[in-house]
Nanobody, 123 residues
Framework: VQLQASGGGSVQAGDSLRLSCTDSRRTSSNNAVAWFRQAPGKEREFVAA????????IHGDSVRGRFAISRTRAASTVYLQMNNLKTEDTAVYFC?????????????????WGQGTLVTVSS
């Protein structure tokens, strides 16, 4: 598995961004995929996860209703649509592939990690 996260940038509060996570080797199609984020000085936080077939998703409390995770039918790309961004969403966002098909919010259950993409939201 080789994960490439992209789409980060600097935006104003209230703006939208879409992050992408591409598995260049397309070997994660049977695994859950998640987004986590880590702000400076804070612990890594679960953002969202999607099942292997894209049919089920879970979102963290702080982003539910504003962010939406999805994946392509070929399962090689996972997206994180982020709407109504807030300054507290500023962080490095990481995508990660799970050990199996089950979605969890525990980072220890994810074994492959992308390099991260920075999202900066200013007021």
């Amino acid at each position: 598995v080789q994960l490439q996260a992209s789409g980060g940038g600097s935006v104003q509060a209230g703006d939208s961004l879409r992050l992408s996570c591409t598995d260049s080797r397309r070997t994660s199609s049977n695994n859950a995929v998640a987004w986590f984020r880590q702000a400076p000085g804070k612990e890594r936080e679960f953002v969202a996860a999607v099942a292997w077939n894209g049919g089920n998703t879970i979102h963290g409390d702080s982003v539910r209703g504003r962010f939406a995770i999805s994946r392509t039918r070929a399962a090689s790309t996972v997206y994180l649509q982020m709407n109504n961004l807030k300054t507290e969403d500023t962080a490095v966002y990481f995508c990660a592939v799970g050990r199996g098909a089950r979605m969890t919010q525990n980072s220890n259950d994810y074994i492959y990690w992308g390099q991260g993409t920075l999202v900066t939201v200013s007021s």
